[in-house]
């Protein structure tokens, strides 16, 4: 029960924490524009999402985000808007394309491609095939000193 309590307490202080003058007057776009919060990153702190900043920058997209919102965007066009201008990296969790894929794929072919030479170079050498009777006889001659 103390649990329940102290998260209960945690949430209005969160919830006060907002200036009422910022939030949208319709609770409908300002439900879907603090869910968009926690996908927009910060620029500044750049781990957090903007609803859990406190720059001044993650302010500045907040309103913009409401902006938008309340301008009757989609959640696709908002962030399309967002990385229009800040570029992906403003996405906590980017969309996937082929430059993302080659970026997170590039470290795996690397690797691959060096086992594969490393393979290569571990490969035991062929054993050649036995010398032949000319081959012995001038060896044998070599071994007993003469030329």
């Known amino acids: 029960m103390r649990r329940l309590a102290l998260v209960l307490a945690a949430l209005f ?6 200036d009422p003058a910022d ?3 319709d ?25 859990d900043s406190d ?6 997209l907040r309103r913009l985000v409401r902006e938008q919102v309340s301008a009757g965007r989609s959640d696709p066009e908002v ?3 967002l990385v229009s201008r800040y570029g992906e990296f403003v996405l906590l969790k980017p969309a996937f394309s082929w430059t993302n894929g ?26 050649e095939a036995e010398l032949s009777e000319k081959e012995t006889a001038r060896l044998k001659e070599l071994a007993n000193g003469q030329d």
């Open 13 to 18: 202080c969160m919830a006060a924490a907002s």
């Open 55 to 60: 720059a001044e920058l993650a302010a500045d």
């Open 79 to 81: 962030k399309a808007y």
């Open 102 to 127: 080659l970026l997170w794929g590039a470290p795996l072919l690397v690797l691959l491609a060096g086992g594969l030479l490393l393979r290569g170079r571990l490969r035991p050498v062929p054993v």
């Open 27 to 51: 609770p409908g776009q300002e439900a879907r524009a603090r869910a968009l919060f926690s996908q927009v990153r910060c620029m500044v702190c750049q781990n957090e999402s903007i609803d």
């Open 23 to 25: 939030r949208l007057p």
